[in-house]
Nanobody
Framework: QVQLVESGGGLVQAGGSLRLSCTAS????????MGWFRQAPGKEREFVAA???????YYAESVKGRFTISRDNAKETGNLQMNSLKPEDTAVYYC?????????????????WGQGTQVIVSS
């Protein structure tokens, strides 16, 4: 059973940056694809970014050019660098992992989830 723990959330002004981390345990990290999703109040959980085992990356249109996903298999950690943050990026951010991912963009494709970390971007 894989456990995922997010960290790095907080309050930041618009235009600022945050770096989220997701630390995994209980599994062979390099075998898993990782994704980041977010959920704002009153909205459905939405895809943000994903990285597969080979290091290929995928992004939602709304974050392309601003967010960068990466992974460090030796540290069993995934990261999401968020730059040029906007108020509409405010949400709880979740990391997710799975071995057999049919679609990186759909939350139902992932097997394991973290508890989430809050990101608030003030205007």
């Amino acid at each position: 059973q894989v456990q995922l723990v997010e960290s790095g959330g907080g309050l930041v002004q618009a235009g600022g940056s945050l770096r989220l981390s997701c630390t995994a345990s209980g599994g062979t990290f390099r075998r898993y694809a990782m994704g980041w999703f977010r959920q704002a109040p009153g909205k459905e959980r939405e895809f943000v970014a994903a990285i597969n085992r080979s290091g290929s990356t995928y992004y939602a249109e709304s974050v392309k050019g601003r967010f960068t996903i990466s992974r460090d298999n030796a540290k069993e950690t995934g990261n999401l660098q968020m730059n040029s943050l906007k108020p509409e990026d405010t949400a709880v951010y979740y990391c997710a992992a799975g071995i057999y991912i049919s679609s990186y963009y759909h939350n139902g494709a992932y097997d394991y989830w973290g508890q989430g970390t809050q990101v608030i971007v003030s205007s």
